[in-house]
């Protein structure tokens, strides 16, 4: 399977402090969304992803930890709601212990 070409981006510290503030707990494809509607951007999920590993930023999502019931919370609760407070969700749920790292 082929990957899509891309451009790559320039970001701005601006935008980098951002993305720090804002991955955690959350899948490449829906930050950049929320990054393209806050900074009036076109970059896709790869595009992100790049950016990411190069400066070893990570967004805790490591797939052993999470179950399907828990993904599937965390998608159906993100929307509105900050990182933390949905780290705080999802451990009333299910008893777990994540937070949100800035």
């Given at each position: ?5 891309y ?10 402090e ?16 929320r990054?393209n509607?806050r900074?009036g951007t ?6 992100i ?5 190069r400066?070893?930023i ?8 999470l179950?399907k019931?828990?993904?599937?919370f965390i998608?159906d ?15 009333k749920e ?7 790292r800035?």
């Amino acid at each position: 399977m082929n990957k899509p070409k891309y451009k790559r981006h320039n970001y701005t510290e601006e935008e980098v402090e951002w993305l720090k503030e804002n991955v955690y707990g959350v899948r490449h494809e829906e930050l950049a969304r929320r990054f393209n509607e806050r900074f009036g951007t076109n970059v896709n999920r790869y595009n992100i992803r790049n950016m990411l590993k190069r400066r070893g930023i990570k967004n805790g999502l490591n797939q052993s930890d999470l179950t399907k019931e828990m993904k599937q919370f965390i998608f159906d609760n993100y929307k509105g709601i900050s990182n933390q407070e949905l780290a705080d969700r999802v451990n009333k749920e299910f008893g777990t212990n994540f937070n949100a790292r800035k």
